[in-house]
């Protein structure tokens, strides 16, 4: 059997991001952690524009297979995992024959779906992974002094693309209703959920930076950005984690997923943002502040 180096490399990647967290935790220092996040999410979301989407997915179901399989013997199964047509839903080969079903039925959709589908999740993926790092481009080097011009078109270029990978997610969730691996109706009301989410506390940060709010609106950008960080990474991270306890049920994990991880994500953000700020301020002053975000 052909080991699929990539997985392997992620789960490599995975352990040198918790010792960056753990380290950041300590110092209070979070840009390799960021940085590393970043780097990941571009090599497992640029991937579907190299590879195409049914090789993506394989491999993104890949990452799950090894704890969705820990503890099974090669003939023994659990409710919730399910096999799909020619074992092609993995990039393990013949390893793993049993897989989370949310993932049998994700590959499936975007295997044998329609075109439009397929569009919808190239518009979500390409615009949301363009809004993840620009929004960090935005916080590194808020609007102050001569930056202004700057950071005015790039927080519009943010909220662009925001807007078009979240009408093109809402879009795709409205599927959802029949796909009973996901969780029906209750993922499709979880990912508009989400979006709502995201899209609130990105509009906030709009609405706050015409108003020339500063304080609120640097409040409001580490919220929007502590919502992206959610619905992206800690959603595949919870997911990592609660996928092998709830393999038994089909759509248990990937609900609590769907539903918790951007609000988890607001919350978290907005814990540091309050732990933090007793040692830094940001006045709201126009002269000291000079640009907006849109
Ligand atoms: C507004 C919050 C979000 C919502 C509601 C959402 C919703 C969705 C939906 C519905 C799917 C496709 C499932 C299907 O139709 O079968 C999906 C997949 C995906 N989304 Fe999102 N998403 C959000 C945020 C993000 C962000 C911020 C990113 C990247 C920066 C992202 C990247 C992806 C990727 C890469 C996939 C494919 C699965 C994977 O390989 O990880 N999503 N999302």
Redesign the pocket.
């Known amino acids: 059997m052909e080991l699929p180096l990539g997985v392997l490399g992620i789960y490599v990647a995975l352990v040198v991001w918790v010792v960056l967290l753990i380290r950041g935790l300590r110092t209070r220092s979070f840009g390799p952690f960021f940085a590393l996040g970043i780097a990941l ?1 571009l090599f ?2 640029g991937r579907y524009f190299i590879e195409g989407i049914p090789a ?2 394989a491999f ?1 179901i890949g990452i799950y297979d090894v704890g969705n399989n820990l503890g099974l013997a090669d003939s023994e199964t659990a409710g919730g995992l399910a096999t799909c047509v020619d074992n092609a839903c993995t990039v393990w080969g013949d390893r793993y024959t049993n897989h989370t079903s949310w993932g049998v039925a ?1 590959h499936e ?1 975007f295997l044998n779906g329609p075109q439009l589908r397929r569009n919808l ?1 190239y518009g ?2 390409g615009f ?2 363009i809004a ?1 790092i620009l929004m960090h481009l935005q916080l590194l080097r808020p609007g102050t002094g001569s930056n202004g011009g700057r950071h005015r078109l790039l927080g519009r270029l943010t909220f662009g693309a925001v807007t078009i990978g ?1 009408v093109c ?1 809402v879009w ?2 409205s599927e959802h209703s029949s796909v009973s691996e996901y969780g029906g109706a209750a993922a499709m009301w979880g ?1 508009w959920s ?2 709502a989410f ?1 899209y609130a506390t990105a509009s906030m940060t709009a609405v706050t930076a015409r108003r020339r709010d500063y304080r609120s609106h640097r409040t409001w950008s580490i919220r929007f950005a502590g919502s ?1 960080w959610g ?2 990474w800690l959603f ?1 991270a919870m997911l990592l984690v609660l996928d092998p306890l709830f393999r038994n049920s089909e759509s248990v994990a990937i609900l609590a997923c769907i539903w918790l991880s ?1 609000p988890l994500g607001i919350a978290i953000a907005e814990f540091f943002r309050r732990r933090y700020d007793g040692t830094q301020t940001v006045d709201s002053k126009p002269s000291e502040v000079s640009a907006a975000t849109v």
Do not use: G, K, P, Q
């Open positions: 999410l497992l979301n993506s997915i993104f994700f959709r999740l979500h993926i949301n992974s993840f979240t997610a795709l969730a990912f989400m979006s995201v992206m619905s992206f595949r951007a």
